[in-house]
């Protein structure tokens, strides 16, 4: 004990682990920047800064005296300039950092878990409203809050069942303009406003709708489900692409994958298992004879 404690107070040992502290502090800051910067949209911002920068070298080293002057001045906004673009990718790291790296964030995210039950009665919904192509735009959150987003439509606040979701998107109703928010098991608001996204990976006929799907994809983990109004297809938008499936078990595997905890998907699969070999007439007759 004696020893440990020495060699903690000792200058040499404390150096390597406060350079040990710095090692990890800057990958997790990296870490963070990264995962800032993964949207299609600050990449782009990204490689137009880099663009920038090589201009400016070379401006210098080709002895272009007015370009380099005017690139040279343009750098004095380029604080400014950063923020503005990056404003909601910042506010988004922002309050990552403010609440311990996501780690309460993922916290309080387990306790609104979509549940199984959930997943099917929206897979069951989906379904109906691609089969008589009625639009439908669905986020499920994940770990980032989407209260904000919430905030803008119509509080809910109710179970999510398959009548539900098909009645708020329905024609006649008021709320079917606009998207629902899904936390848990429960459906917290209709009629949300999306950010709306500029990617151009779109074709140029799809519309509102996907563009708004696939915005929100790119400013939240958020899983968007997507109907479409004209052809009746099924689209889900998540970490800033947008996928097409076939049907709703397409669909239900997808948000399975993403949504449930792996450990309760294979204690329900052991449990069907289990559920089929007791109703099998050959294992209950060996049962028996044992």
Known sequence: MYWLTAQLFDPQTRQVIVNLVDIL?????????LKLVRGKRAWRIVIGIIVFIVALV?????????????????TLLAPVALVILFLPELRQAVEGFGKL?????????????TGTDAV????????????????????????????EI??????????????????????????????????????????????????????????MRHRAGLGMSEHSDAIVVIVSE????????????IRFVEDDLELRRLLDRELRDPR???RRKRLRRKSRHSHDPESQQEAVTK
């Not at 502090?25 to 920047?33: E, Q, T």
Request: hydrophobic share 45%; proline share 4%.
């Open 25 to 33: 502090l800057v990958a997790y800051v990296i870490y963070r920047l």
């Open 58 to 74: 070379v401006s210098d080293w080709m002895q272009l005296y007015t370009l380099h002057w005017i690139l040279d001045k343009l």
């Open 101 to 113: 790296g996501g780690w309460t964030e993922r916290l309080m995210s387990a306790q609104h878990q």
């Open 120 to 147: 099917v009665e929206v897979c069951k919904a989906v379904a109906e409203m691609a089969e008589h192509r009625i639009g439908a735009l669905i986020v499920i959150e994940k770990t980032a809050n989407l209260q």
């Open 150 to 207: 919430a905030d803008n439509g119509i509080p809910v606040h109710a179970q999510v069942t398959a009548p539900l979701l098909g009645a708020i998107f329905y024609h006649g109703n008021p709320l079917h303009d606009g998207a629902i928010v899904v936390r848990g098991n429960e459906v917290v608001a209709a009629a949300c406003r999306l950010p709306m996204s500029d990617s151009r990976v779109l074709p140029p006929h799809y519309h």
């Open 230 to 241: 004209e052809r009746g297809e099924i689209a889900v938008a998540h970490e800033g692409t």
């Open 264 to 266: 309760e998907i294979r």
